[in-house]
Every structure is written in structure tokens, then in C-alpha cells.
């Protein structure tokens, strides 16, 4: 019994020291990591220091297979589950551009934005129940809540959804917790209460810590939240006997032993029972403020000051560790050391573990840049000996050698720059040189420009179109049944599709597309959601993280601005953030353009295609495409954004036969009409209009040829709108965005990428809607909007002004 207790005793002494060491070595790369950052050799340092010991204590319940969405903080957290080590730490600060040397964003995040590997290297997914995983941080505050919503939602999926409860890479009974950590600051953005909110009706496996230090940068929490305490606000949320909510805990964080019994808890409740929990901890510190770019002396009072110094967590727990002392049975005192000294000890050991972490994760860094310039100081010298120049070119080479921690930019502008001394010159270096700059430029893009898309087989450009194939007997259907048959056929083909949004669930979505398919496949495969896009969004991200194929929809286009902020933070940047380690393949649906008034009637695609570059944009002319381009995403494992056009679902389409299997190509344009007189792109709704419009203009003789762009990213592939423009060297382009909106990218596409200006010969020119949103009822939208009538006299305006004599003016 005696030699028992001393055992676990011994493990106990082990894990406590293991735990101090942990902390201790984290405190230290904040303190090295401030360092460096003062002394120029990192740029930006934001660190965990003053968060070690919760966040040990959170490590002690994360178990295999769960998740972490979390911020900048949690460095300790990723130590403690063995997934940074003090080197990637500072691999991470130097932004190393090697995944292997710095593997959260091979150098594309500034430090402190932690994620693990989910793919493999060619894209798929490794088994996720077999490693801990974190979501990678992205910077905005709170922006890391939506996407945590989803990934604790995939477990409730998984336990409860029968027919993806064979997913073994992804759940073992959806016994994952998602762990999501925020600064007590960031509590006040919007997407905090809406994940709360949210999570508290789902029920679902969240361990949400909020790290307060009573500060957001110098923020006092007396500005920031109501009665200064979340877990104060948030009490209505408790859930109660009969009704689900959420089990609150509140603990000092600097309490090892309370954080360690509180985490264990919050963990099994959450795993066990599907309960919602929210952990504030309180009492945090910010031993060095909150970046490097400012000091905390500004701002926080000495008496402040002083009491941080008194509660930092580690030097709490370390009196806690001296003053431990266990009697036994048997009399005798067990302690974890017998003398301060040893702890003195093992804190040299680990100040010079962790120096040398830094100088090894350095040393790779600049090694590998020193190579580099070396290589090309050796070929500017070259050069400068061949050249009438040479003088120049040396004092170049020798200002770059100079550079005692050169960059790449220092190489490759001195490179750029020698090549305009040698421009009039010929020899072979000079060839040598311009294969060393182009290299090195290949070389760049692939460091910091490659994965904006997957880069895998699975890639939805791989995907080949499929056309629709129509029975013997022509079956015309409003086309929202195209839509919910289509649907309909994708949920029985892939058990992983999770169709969600307002209205979506027990009336099959606002215009019936999903008609009759919650009654057919359950309350999880087609759900209602509260009216909250930016999670729903969120939702379908963290599910999709987790191998499910969310179709997250957005009611109106109109409101998909709610959401675009997460769109564009998160997911668009998922693949490039993590050089292509994890995806989210989200389909997000929603539907469009034109209805009435300034908030269902808009079509704001300039601004969405430019803040969610990483995401397919498609803008289906009809439903038929739209259900096609469907199934092309369930095949690849890209994001996308399907709109669908408002006014489109009770027209008639005639319903096709392979209805799930048919396949709308991404990038492709159709010619739709063919013309010789002019070439008019367009896309969506308008696309009705130019056709209306063509009839008209087909009765003057004027024959237009008309391109339905259907995919806005990435847009027209083939360059097949050039082709038009070759043959009718006129351009229109037709939207019903603002002015300068998506048809100024379309022309650009058109004119600049595919050299589209050789052929013009008259102006290119863009009709859109107005500058303001469209206004209520027929007139409102009549002068709002490109009309037929607008469009005609258009393209009749353009052609007059080619021929005056046949095409008369109007006016
Ligand atoms: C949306 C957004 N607004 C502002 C910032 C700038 N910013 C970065 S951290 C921060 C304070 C966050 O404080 P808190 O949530 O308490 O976390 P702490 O740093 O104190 O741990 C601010 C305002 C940001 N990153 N994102
Ligand atoms: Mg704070």
C-alpha cells in the first residue's frame, strides 16, 4: 500500500514537474521571442506569457482526435500536446518559409497562429481521430467562433447520423470535444454571443475558454464587457433541470490544482453528454504586455503592475510546488522537491534548452538565405567581370555581402537591379543571371503564392462537365423541382452532404428546393437554423474540416454580407494559410439578384469576388446549371458559392434524367447565342434580359452574340470570350452589379488577360445597375436596373457609332 502510494506519487511529482518544465520553456520563447523582435531579427511578436498554466491544464483534457479553434495565445496549449516545439516556435517568428521547419504556416502567418497537419501530402485526409488538431488561427478577433460551432457540431453528427457513422478517419462516436480559447476583449465582437447563442441550441461538445487579463490591448474590461465579467452575463445561459444550456465554471487561472479538476470536468461533461461549457478564467496576466508593438507601462497602473507581478500563473505555481507537502500513512512528507535549488536548476537547464531552440531554429532560417546569397554574389561577380559596368555591379555585390542577415528581397532586388547595368550587353552570364532571377522568382511564387486552391487531384477544376440527358417525352417543371430532385439525389449518393440555413429544414427552404427532404433524411441531414449567417457559415466550415460536406445556406444574397467577413478571413484563406494542410470543402448556397427593393434585389459580385479569392464563385443562369455545378463540388474538395437566381425557381426548365450525376464544368463559359455584330457577356438573372434584349435587336438586323460567363472565379478558363471578340471585335458587358463592379473584372479578364484589346474595334463597354441599391416595385426596379430597353439601345448606340448610315440614331 505504502510502496503504491509512493508510486503514483512519484507519477504525480513527474507530471506536476513536466507540467512546470512545459510552462517554463514557453515563458522563456515569449521572453527570447520579445527579444527578437527588439532587436530586428523577427517582425512582429504577439505571445502566451502570463496564459501557461490554464492552458496545461487544458492540454490534460484534449484528447486524441479532438479539436481546437483558438487565437494568438496558445502557445503552451500546442507544447503541452506535443505540437510545437521551442524551435517551430521561432521557426514561426523568423517566418521560415519550409512547412518542415515551421509547420503551422510554413511562414505565412506571423507567429503565434497555431494549426496541425489534417491532409496528407497529396491532399487527403489523414485519420483526424488518430491526432490532435487544431484549426488554424487566423488573426481577426473572435473570427475563430464560427468555424468552432462546426467542428463541435461534427461530433453530435457523427454519434447521432447513422449514415455517416462508418467515417472512421473523422469520429469514433463523436466522442470529440471542440475546444475553443478567446481573449476576455474579443468576447465583445458579435460572432462571440452568436456562437454562444448557438452552441447553447445545438447542444453541442464545446469547451469554450476565455483567457481574461482584464485587458484587450489597453482596453480596460470596464469598457469592453457589461459588469466586467462574461461568466457574470453569460449565468442566464446555465442550463437548468429541465432545459438544456450550458455548465459554467469559474477559476483563477493561476490555480493549477482548481484548473486541472475544473478542465477534467468540463471535458467529460462534454464528451459524455453533448453539454455545451464555458470556463472563465480569471485572474490572467500579461507579463509583457500585449505585443511587441507597444509597452503595457502606458497604459496599466503600478498598482496593476504590481499585483500581474504577484499573480503570474507560473510564479504562483511555482511557490505552489515549494510549498507542496503530502504526510502518508506512515508519517513521512512527500514533497516534489526537497530544495528551491532544484528548481533553480532545471530553470538554467531549460533558459539554455530553449537559447539553443532559438539559435538552431535560426541558424536554419538564415543558413539557408546565406546559401542563397552567396550562390548570387558568386554569379554577380561574374557578371560584373564581363561587363563594362563591372564597377557598378561590384560595389552591388559588395553592398549585399555587407548584409549580415540578408533577405531575399536584398538578393533579388540587387539581381533585378544589376540586369538594367547589362541591358545593352551580351554574353553568358548575363543568361545565367536571368535564369537565376526567373528561378528565384518561380521560387518565391511557390513560397508565397502557391495553395490559394487545393493543389490536389481533388481539385473541382479536375472535374469534367457531364450534360444533362432528358427522357423521350419532354418533362417541363418549375425549376425549383430540378433543384429539390437534384438535391434529393446528392443526399442519397453522398451520406456526408448536411444541408442547413433559415427556412431550410421543415419547409425545404424559402422557394421549396428542398421540398419534402427533411421528412426523407432526417433533422440533421436537412436542418432549420436560427437566423445567424456568420455561423451558419461557421458551421459548415468546422463540419467540413471535419470530412463532412456541408451545403450551408444563405437565404438572400443580400445578407450574405454577414457572413462575408468569415468567408473571406477564414475560409478563403484556409488552404493558403496552412500551405494546403487543411481544407474546409463548403458549399454555400444561396439565391440572388432579382426580387425587389434595396435588400433582396442586389447583386453585390464585385465585392464578393474580390474578398473571397480561394472560393469558386458560380452564378448559374438557371437552375439546371445550378444543380450541375452542385454535383461537380461534391466531387472535388474546394469552397464555393453557388448563387441561384431568385426569380428563376418558377420558371420552366425541362427536368433532366441523371439528376445527381449531370456536371456543370467551373471556369467554362457557354455561348448561349451565337452573333456576329458584337459579343455580350453576362451572367445570372440579366443573362433573360440580353436574350429578350436579342430578339428585339435580331428585328434590326443586329446579330449579338451572347456568352454566358456562369463562373465569375475563376472566370472563362478557355479564353473563349476573346475568341467572340475576335470574331465580332465589339465588347458588352452586362450586370446588374454596381458601375466598376464584377464587369470591371470581367473586362479585365477579357481585355488585359486574354488580350482582348487587339481585337476591339470600338470602346469595350460595361452596362450595370446603378451606383445605389435597387429601388422597391416595377419602376423602382425599372430605373434601377440594365433594362431590355437598355440593353438594346446599348448595343444599337454602339453600332451606330460604327455605321451611322445603317444604324440610325435614336435619338
Ligand atoms: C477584428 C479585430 N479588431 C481588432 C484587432 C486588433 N487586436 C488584436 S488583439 C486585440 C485585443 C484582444 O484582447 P483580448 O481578446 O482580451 O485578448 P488578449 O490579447 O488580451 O489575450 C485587438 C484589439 C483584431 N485583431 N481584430
Ligand atoms: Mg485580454
Redesign the pocket.
Known sequence: MENKQKLSFEDFKTEVLNDYRIAKISRECSLLGRREVLTGKAKFG?FGDG?EVPQLAMAKAFKIGDFRSG???DQTFMMAIGELTAQQFFAGLYAHTDIKAEPMTAGRQMGGHFSTHSLHEDGSWKDLTKQYNSSADI?????QMPRLLGLAQASKIYRTEKSVQHFSNFSINGNEVAWGT??????S?GVFFETINAAGVLQVPMVMSV???E???S?HAKH?TTKESISEILKGFQRENAKDGYEIFVVNGWDYVQLIDIYNKAGKIAREEHVPILIHVKELT?PQG??TSGSHERYKTKERLNWEKEHDCIAKMRNWILDFELETETGEVLRFVNAEEELIILEKEIKKEVLSAKRNAWNAFINELKFEVTHGCELLGKVANKSKNGAFILKYKKELMAIVEPSRKDLISTARKTLRYIKDESFAEKILLQNFINDSLKKGAKKFSSKLHSESDFNALNVLEKKPVYGKNKTLVDARIIMRDNFDALLKKYPEVIIFGEDAGLIGDVNQGLEGLQEKYGEIRVADTGIREATIIGQGIGLALRGLRPIAEIQYLDYLLYALQIMSDDLATLQYRTFGKQKAPLIIRTRGHRLEGIWHAGSPMGGIINNIRGIHVLVPRNMTKAAGFYNTLLEGDEPALVIECLNGYRLKEELPINLGEYKTQIGVVETVKEGTDITVVSYGSTLRIVEEAAKELQQVNIHIEIIDAQSLLPFDLNHDCVESVAKTNKLLIVDEDVPGGASAYILQEIIEKQNGYMYLDSKPVTLTAKAHRTAYGTDGDYFSKPSAEDIFEKIYEIMHEENPSKFKSLY
Open positions: 504577439i496564459k487565437y494568438y495565445r488573426s481577426p478577433t473572435a473570427a478567446i481573449g476576455n476583449a474579443s468576447t465582437e483567457w481574461d487579463d485587458y484587450g490591448i482596453v469592453q500579461q500585449h505585443s
